[in-house]
């Protein structure tokens, strides 16, 4: 049964084969998670190649890298907020991956949200954004979030329909981005 993991080295050739899914696919190049933080004023963003993932201590740094990004005593660049991000598993099969970030820039507000997400091609259309999604609902509860905003794409109807399964409450559209509100809650025992 799949679930959500923070970044761990034990999903390297996994992920990999994803990475080289979303590139084989010619995706947009966000989707392979290769960037950690993108460019944004000054800043000129961090990411990864997959060729320099391959080696097994530079894959271990990225996914410690990836842990930190929701530390708040950590530097970020103006702009950035912390995010957790986890990792969508089964047994050692990498899935996916979303983000919750902790706080509401005015950017974030009009078109990021709080939680963005990717199914890699191989394992779309089974379930596993909603499932996802509604997993890591609890994740952003303890995070302080009650009501998280979810956006997509006016043209992504597969998006949309992950985040109105969700329970997404629609309130606007922004420029092409469609925006939800999800309450969260804690996790049913
Ligand atoms: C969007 C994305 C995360 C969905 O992942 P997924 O695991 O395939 O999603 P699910 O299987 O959980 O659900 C997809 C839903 O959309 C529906 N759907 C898929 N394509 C659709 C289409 N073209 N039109 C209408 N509905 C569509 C499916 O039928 C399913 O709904 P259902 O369960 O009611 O049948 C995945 O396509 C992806 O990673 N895309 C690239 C990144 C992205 O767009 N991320 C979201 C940014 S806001």
Known sequence: MAGLVVPDPRY???FLAA???VCGAHEDERYAGLTVIGQIGDFPGESFTAEELKDADTFSAYTRRLRTLADHSAWLPDGIV???YLWWVDGEEYLGRLSIRHSLT???RDFGGHIGYVVRPSARGRGHAQAMLAASLPV????GIDLALLTCDDTNPAS???IEAAGGVFEDQREDKL???IRTGPAQR
């Open 160 to 162: 949309r329909r992950v």
């Open 19 to 21: 990475v080289e899914e």
């Open 12 to 14: 390297q050739r996994s």
């Open 140 to 143: 952003a509860h303890d995070l």
């Open 179 to 181: 925006r939800y509100w």
């Open 106 to 108: 005015p950017w974030l």
């Open 82 to 84: 912390p995010a957790t």
